[in-house]
């Protein structure tokens, strides 16, 4: 089976920077999706990990480790329209996607 | 190119009733994806097809099934409503080209389906 795990919620201040977690357990695990859902839309691509480290896109890095089930998501000068959801999700083979509860962020003045 | 569409984009049923809600994904896009999104659980996996054969179903009841024509578009069906049935079904497609399994979803907006 598959098991994902991060917070439910998380506040950041305008131009700060924030981390946000994801551990998980699963078979047959090919990498490691983000995706961020604004209230009333649907999920958009962030970043994919299949290999351990930093992939850095812009405002936005991911981070995976694969011996410690470990991924984060780390956005930096924070902007107020990152407020929203933020979904970790394991790749298990043939498209079998398994997504974590999310993570809603609100960014503060 | 045109997004994933899914129809209809709202509707209510009551207890007992049925519903079929439709996909149409990217142009080539051979994989089609289907998820139940609820406050409480998240988005839960239903099933995938590729080239019209359901390769993956997650841990719903046989209530939940679907099907995918030639042409890639896909269907879901849910029999039997019941209240908990209320959620965002969310259709996502991917390119898949060499049907491996590991490529980026691209979701449509949703279908809102709310049970009396």
């Known amino acids: 089976g598959q098991n994902i795990d991060q917070p439910t919620e998380m506040t950041a201040t305008e131009g700060a920077i924030v981390q946000i977690n994801c551990t998980y357990q699963?078979?047959?695990?090919?990498?490691l999706f983000w995706y961020q859902q604004h209230a009333g839309e649907a999920p958009t691509f962030l970043s994919y990990n299949v290999l351990d480290g930093l992939e850095e896109k812009g405002r936005f890095s991911s981070f995976l480790s694969r011996s410690k089930g470990y991924s984060y998501l780390l956005l930096k000068e924070l902007q107020m329209k990152d407020s929203a959801s933020y979904l970790c999700a394991a790749s298990g083979g043939y498209q079998k996607v398994t997504f974590g509860t999310g993570t809603k962020l609100q960014v503060i003045p | 190119k045109a997004g994933v569409t899914q129809t209809p984009r709202y509707l209510i049923k009551t207890r007992g009733q049925q519903v079929t809600l439709s996909c149409s994904p990217i142009s080539g896009h051979r994989s089609v994806s289907w998820y139940q999104q609820t406050p409480g659980q998240g988005l839960q996996f239903l099933f995938e097809?590729?080239?019209?054969?359901?390769?993956n179903k997650g841990n719903f009841p046989g209530r939940f099934s679907g099907r995918q024509f030639s042409n890639s578009r896909s269907e879901m069906n849910v029999s039997t409503l019941e209240l908990g049935d209320s959620a965002l079904y969310l259709c996502a497609s991917s390119l898949d080209a060499l049907g491996s399994g590991a490529n980026v979803l691209t979701f449509g907006a949703g279908s809102r389906l709310t049970v009396l």
């Open positions: 097809y590729f080239s019209e054969t359901q390769r």
């Open positions: 699963t078979s047959g695990f090919n990498g």
